[in-house]
């Protein structure tokens, strides 16, 4: 029996989901290793005419799963993103399938889903994959653990592995022409017991300053008081073309809007410049900025995993750094 990499694809409001296309990326890569067919499952209703582009432009096989009909007629949200069908995969269908992998996005849905379900597969479960690594014809998966300061190498022994792959690291390229997959459709029944899905609210958050902008300076906890904040604003000033970004915890604390922040539930940038102000690195940061073309970290600890990414690399406190360079470009030009 022909085994299979099966992708879970994700959409948002009948539009496939960027993570969808690199979970294929990130499923060729294993494809040429395993010589495994690709198939991916795509949940929710209304999705045909997605489908078949998918189908078309990537050739691989496409399985629907719908609501059952009753189910779908009581239904009013026209292609949202269905994570009960999500959770309530046809695990018959999957084993038919005979899968080595079986891989999803680490999002919230796919983080959510990939541990029930490697139970129901009897499989091995590894999340947050940032790289594949291939030795002796065994493929293991690279993610980071502890705050990112240390990278974990899995090789997993079991028939099948759920994955779940962090988005922003495998590039997807231009599909090949390599004729058309098939799509069919499989009506599920979904358990609606334990909650109801209501319906997404969407983030107001205007992120087009971050994406112009040529310099990016970015502000981390390593800000300990919201003054120092000023610090960030100054350095930014420097640069025309420039703005403030910052991370996760700095926006939390509401100390910069959202629409500021840098990473896998923010903004992607790619500026020329990205000056990374007391941020450790953490893997949902980087995804978010890793495509800036010259990146300079400045943090305390020699240690950091920002300093994985950067160009160059500023072992320093940012509170005396930051004016001292300051003054020295004022004193120079
Ligand atoms: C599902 C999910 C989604 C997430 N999405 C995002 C996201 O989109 N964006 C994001 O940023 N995070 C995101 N996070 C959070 C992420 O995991 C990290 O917690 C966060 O990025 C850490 O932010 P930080 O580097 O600013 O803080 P910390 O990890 O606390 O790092 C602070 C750094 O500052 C350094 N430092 C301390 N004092 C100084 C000083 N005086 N001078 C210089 N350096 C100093 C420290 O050495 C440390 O490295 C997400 C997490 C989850 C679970």
Redesign the pocket.
Not at 219 to 224: D, L, P, Q
Not at 277 to 285: D, N, T
């Given at each position: 029996m022909e085994s299979h990499i099966i992708i879970i694809g994700e959409h948002a409001e009948g539009h496939i989901a960027p993570v969808t296309f690199e979970l294929i990326a990130f499923a060729q890569m294993l494809q040429k290793e395993t010589h495994a067919g690709i198939h991916l499952l795509l949940a929710g209703h209304h999705l045909g005419d997605a489908a078949t582009r998918l189908a078309e432009t990537w050739g691989i096989d496409v399985t629907l799963l719908e609501p059952d009909k009753a189910e779908m007629a009581t239904r009013t949200g026209f292609a949202a993103p269905d994570d009960l069908i999500f959770k309530n995969l046809p695990i018959d269908l999957l084993d038919r399938l005979n899968p080595i992998y079986v891989c999803a996005g680490h999002t919230?849905n796919g983080?959510d889903a990939a541990p029930a379900l490697a139970i129901s597969l009897n499989a091995a479960c590894i999340t947050g994959i940032e790289r594949v690594a291939s030795r002796n014809n065994a493929l293991s998966f690279v993610r980071s653990v502890f705050?990112d300061k240390i990278t974990a190498t899995i090789l997993p022994t079991a028939k099948t592995t759920v994955l779940t792959m962090m988005p922003g690291n495998f590039k997807t390229e231009p599909p090949r022409h390599c004729g058309s997959g098939t799509v069919s459709v499989v009506n599920v029944s979904v358990d609606k017991k334990n909650y109801a899905f209501h319906g997404f609210k969407k983030n107001s958050a205007d992120t087009s300053a971050l994406e112009n902008a040529d310099v990016i300076v970015s502000?981390?906890?390593?800000?300990?008081k919201q003054e120092d904040l000023e610090h960030i604003y100054q350095l930014s000033r420097l640069f025309p073309k420039s703005a403030v970004a910052?991370?996760?915890?700095?926006c939390d604390k509401k100390w910069l809007k959202y629409s500021q922040?840098?990473?896998?539930?923010?903004a992607t940038v790619k500026s020329k410049l990205y000056i990374a102000?007391?941020?450790?690195?953490?893997?949902?940061?980087v995804?978010?900025m890793r495509d800036s073309r010259f990146i300079v970290a400045?943090?305390?600890?020699p240690h950091?995993?920002?300093f994985n990414s950067a160009d160059v690399c500023i072992i320093?406190?940012?509170?005396t750094?930051i004016p001292r360079l300051i003054s020295t470009y004022h004193e120079t030009f």
């Open positions: 919230p983080a705050n502000a981390g906890n390593g800000i300990k910052g991370s996760r915890p700095v922040q840098v990473g896998v539930t923010g102000c007391g941020i450790s690195g953490a893997s949902q940061h995804a978010g400045i943090n305390t600890d950091a995993a920002i320093e406190d940012l509170t750094f």
